[in-house]
């Protein structure tokens, strides 16, 4: 049985503007689960993806078919923070 993998398909968001994360802005480390905005094609909704405790993914989930969706930080990665998903 292959293992199956899944497939995003990440599209530059092209028509919103980009919100500026000040940085640094907040001192104190409670604030520090950043997270992603996702918008999921299939279910036309909006959800989170919240960064994973060993800080090397973001992990979000499709509000309609539950699909989990992870995307992995490394470097050369983009400072995007906002991605259009479809899990179809
Ligand atoms: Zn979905």
Same mark, same amino acid.
Not at 19 to 23: A, E, L, M, N, T
């Given at each position: 049985m292959p293992d199956r993998q899944d497939i995003v398909e990440l599209t530059s968001v092209t028509s919103s503007p980009a =919100? #500026?994360? =000040? #940085?640094g802005a907040t001192p104190g480390s409670t604030s520090d689960r950043t997270f %992603?905005? %996702?918008w999921?094609? $299939?279910s036309s909704q909006y959800a989170r993806a919240y960064k994973s405790d060993d800080g090397t993914a973001y992990t979000g989930r499709c509000p309609t078919c539950?699909? $989990?969706i992870r995307f992995q930080i490394g470097e050369g990665g983009t400072s995007q923070r906002s991605f259009t998903v479809s899990c179809r």
């Open positions: =919100p #500026s994360v =000040p #940085s %992603l905005r %996702l999921f094609a $299939c539950h699909k $989990c």
